[in-house]
């Protein structure tokens, strides 16, 4: 008989969760205005909010942070975490953030600009913010099969060529600064973008002058989907694949919350030692001096060894595994999510699972509490909140897609809990024709208002 398959690692140490009652969820959604980010953490049972900083660093990590060097400059820790996105990524020259949108903010006050345009695949929240905040505006050239979550397409993060072109066409390379591919594509569904497309826009990108930058946050999962999916790609290894995806990069922002499986942390990777040096100036203004750049020296050496250890086949293997896994299940049970599964999570398509409501309602939340209610699970909106508002208009910007996404923290649940999710969701699309009316805003932010917003029941 056939082996089944085994996670490659054991659990050493376990954290204990409280299970709560459904009239005790009533009352503590109810103080958080319907808003799962108010909701304190012990009152969550299962909690895929996000795999951002989640994550169960090894006894290897662990170790390693017993090491750090926190000194203010030339650190230890400082050469192991170059060591490692060097041999890993491929990078000369780097700057560690504290953590991802940190990198953004520094290097785009070097490269953003009043007027610019920044095309990419469907940029990441923050991402999309620092651009918008320098009065920039970005353009989403993700192809059309990935805002539709039951079209089978094995690389849903690539960007279209045509669009892209157009983009680059109509505006003098001056006026755009770099394009952003997003490795995994998160607000497309965690999905990846093949090495065919990578080349093929940095080919693009370099006819007409400009830049590329890769965000990323999960690159290791996007290459193990590489490997999967991509023909002559499946005898490589992931770290092969890595730093073929990094040639065709001219630098890299990065949130080492996701794929170096650590707590907190980020960087910026570079090619040019000019771009190092400007964007050093901000480095030292906004996150702390060059050598540490807002991170402390023992968070340096957890995330070098983060590097190697998210880079391996069998921990990937063990990762996408069990998010597929819940894939399955929700399909089983006849639930709408996005096709095919994402690296990081799944994302149920809310306008499928409640297409009564109506969108002015917040579907894609609505189901968030109703999830939340049903099981203690927490998961995310990722649609009409997320979006925001725009900022000519300040209408809301409904975007094609309503997801709820159930994000998995790495190493850190079971597939007992994956079982638990599903069903409780299942519960949930069993009384789907009960859920008539959904949420209203009574307060919000000017910008990122998902975080803060207050909401009530219609
Ligand atoms: N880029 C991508 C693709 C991300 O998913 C994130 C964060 C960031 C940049 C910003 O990094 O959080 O370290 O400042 N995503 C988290 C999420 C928050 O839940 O998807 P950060």
Redesign the pocket.
Known sequence: MKLPFAESYKIKMVENLRRSTREEREQWIKEARYNLFNLRSDRVFIDL?????TGAMSDQQWSAMMLGDESYAGASSYYKMKEAIRDILGFPYFLPT???????NVLFSVLVKDGDVVPGNSH????KGHIEFRKACAVDCTIDEAFDTQVEHPFKGNLDLDKLEDVLKSHPASRIPFVVV??????SGGQPVSMRNLKDVHAMAQNYGVRVLF????FAENAYFIKKREEGYQDKEIREIVREMFEYADMM?M????DAIVN???FIGLKEEKLFREASTYNIMFEGYITYGGMSGRDMNALAQGLYEGTHFDYLDARIRQVAYLGSRLEAFGIPVQKPFGG??IFVDANKFLPELPREQFRAQTLAVELYLEAGVRA?EIGTLLADRDPQTRENRYPELELL?L?IPRRVYTNNHMELVATALKNVYDRRNDISSGLKIINEAPIMRHFTVELEKV
Not at 182 to 187: E, H, V
Not at 215 to 218: G, L, T, V
């Open positions: 909010l996000t795999d951002s900083g504290h953590q991802g949108r940190a990198a953004e990441f929240d923050t991402t997003t490795l995994t594509c998160n607000s965000d990323s946050a999960r922002t949130s080492s919350k996701k907190i942390g980020g990081h999570a995310v996404r994000t």
